[in-house]
């Protein structure tokens, strides 16, 4: 497939412009905080990926009325959607954060075997968890979709393996010279 070079930090800010509108139509406000990661992969699949954690962060993240705080600081908090993308080690993470109702604390072991299960079953139409798609692309990179708890709501993670040293990259070039041991 069409593997690129390119910056994760702007495929978050795509996303947030794509998506910011239809995000304040719901009353929710969407931010991005991203820093310069390089990775390789594909980039239309992972704007894709991301695009399906930003829709359901709107579509399932509004912080429910029975707890919403009556500060009005931390009650814009909760309206607000985060897309991040940093470099961690070896790896680019690329997160949503929504401030709704979240994964139970017990189910969320499950939460993750369960999106596996939705997808296999594939008999919930609409179900929505827009997290199977996510999930294949991230596995498709070498990497894994991590569900966190922010308290309240969810952080869904895009965890994909970062682009090494250019070094790296002449050698992936070249996959016919045998590379010398050093």
């Known amino acids: 497939g069409n593997m690129d070079d390119f910056d994760a930090a702007d495929v978050a800010k795509g996303i947030q412009e794509l998506y910011e509108p239809l995000a304040e139509d719901d009353g929710l406000t969407l931010r991005v905080k991203a820093a310069t990661a390089w990775l390789h ?15 359901n962060a709107i579509k399932y993240g509004k912080p429910s009325p ?3 705080p009556l500060d009005p600081a931390a009650a814009a908090r909760t309206r607000e959607i985060l897309i991040e993308a940093r470099r961690e080690g070896d790896h680019v993470l690329l997160s949503v954060t929504d401030h709704g109702p979240g994964i139970p604390e017990g189910d969320r072991k499950h939460a993750v075997e369960r999106f596996v299960r939705l997808e296999a079953s594939r008999t919930l139409p609409g179900s929505g968890l827009g997290l199977s798609l996510a999930s294949a692309v991230a596995t498709l990179h070498g990497g894994e979709l991590r569900l966190g708890d922010s308290h309240p709501g969810l952080t869904v993670t895009l965890v994909i393996p970062a682009l090494s040293a250019a070094g790296d990259r002449l050698a992936a070039q070249t996959p016919n010279v045998p590379q010398k041991v050093a």
């Open 66 to 68: 029975v707890v919403q």
């Open 41 to 55: 992969g594909n980039r239309e699949l992972i704007s894709q990926a991301l695009a399906n954690l930003v829709e």
